[in-house]
């Protein structure tokens, strides 16, 4: 079975790199240091200290494990300027005409997705459906709660 890919730009590459780097050294030396800590105080089967330091440890190798095998199953895009069409790593502006509000996302691969700073996976579907389209194109959205069109006002 073919392992999965992961679109990834150089800089989400980086950024996931060091990520790992500090998970693995920094924030796992940490952890062992409170578990350490919380046994000091004695019993363990109604130490909370240390049931809760155990379930970080337990989130932080969980994480560590995940980010390791996107690492090595990296794709890495190289750097398009191209501004013609919407890609991977694309600024797109859109409007939708029934919010009447405009907005602009970030396409990034999956891992470098985030919500908060508007950067939007090409696998979700206002990014995939963005994907290869250009300005002044109407594109349609299959969402969840339903269909709805962006225009796309800019690429950059």
Known sequence: MAEQQFIMTQK????????????????????????????????????????AARNE???????????DYKIKNAVI???????????IGSKVTVYDEDL?????????????????????????PVGSALLKHKVGDVVKINAPDGEYKLIIKNIS
């Open 12 to 51: 989400g590459y980086d950024e996931a790199v060091e990520r790992l780097k500090y998970l693995q050294t920094v924030k796992r030396q940490e952890i062992v240091e409170r578990i350490a800590e919380a046994r000091s105080h004695g019993d363990l089967s109604e130490n909370a200290e240390y049931d």
């Open 57 to 67: 440890q337990a989130a932080n190798e969980g994480e560590i494990v995940d980010l």
């Open 77 to 87: 895009l190289e750097a398009n300027s191209d501004t013609s069409f919407v890609h």
């Open 100 to 124: 009447d509000e405009e907005e602009t996302y970030e396409i990034t691969g999956t891992t470098e997705a985030n919500a908060m700073e508007n950067k939007i996976s090409n696998d979700s």
